[in-house]
C-alpha cells in the first residue's frame, strides 16, 4: 500500500524536483503543507522536517468522479517529502490503485488508478 524510497538529496531540493516532475508528467499540484511549520503555529515542535504535496491531473481525476462521485474523497493524490530522525530523506505515497480497489469494485476505477500510480512511481523515481 505504501511506496517509498530514499534519496541522497536535501529536502528542500528533493521538494523542488517533486515540483517539477510533477509539471512534467501533466500533473499539477495542487497546494504543499509544510507539516514542520504549521505543527509549530500550533505550538506543537516536529523534530523532522515533511512536505506534503497535494497533486492532480484534471483529467484522470474528472474520469474518476464520472464513474464514481463519492470517490471525490480519495482525491487529490499525495506525495510527500519527509526527514528520518536520523536524518536521511524520503519520497513516498499511498498508492492510488490500493486505494480504489478498497473502496469501489469498479474495474474503471482500477485501470484509472492503476495510470495514475505508475505516473506517480515515474515523478517519485524522477525526483528522488
Known amino acids: 500500500m505504501k511506496y517509498i524510497v530514499d534519496t541522497e ?11 517539477e516532475a510533477v509539471k512534467d508528467n501533466s500533473f499539477g499540484v495542487l497546494h504543499t503543507y ?3 511549520e504549521t505543527l509549530k503555529s ?3 515542535d516536529l523534530p523532522q522536517e515533511c512536505r506534503i504535496f497535494e497533486i492532480c491531473n484534471p483529467k484522470q481525476a474528472a474520469a474518476v468522479l464520472a ?4 470517490m471525490n474523497m480519495a482525491l487529490p493524490c499525495r506525495i510527500s517529502v519527509w526527514e528520518n530522525e536520523g536524518g536521511s530523506v524520503k519520497i513516498g505515497m499511498l498508492s492510488p490503485k490500493d486505494m480504489l480497489i478498497s473502496l469501489s ?3 474503471v476505477l482500477a ?3 492503476g495510470e495514475v500510480e505508475d505516473t506517480m ?3 517519485i523515481q524522477a525526483a528522488k
Open 42 to 44: 500550533k505550538g506543537i
Open 67 to 70: 464513474e464514481d462521485m463519492d
Open 105 to 107: 469494485p469498479s474495474p
Open 111 to 113: 485501470k484509472i488508478a
Open 34 to 36: 509544510d507539516l514542520k
Open 121 to 123: 512511481k515515474t515523478i
Open 9 to 19: 538529496k536535501k529536502i528542500d531540493q528533493a521538494a523542488l524536483d517533486i515540483e
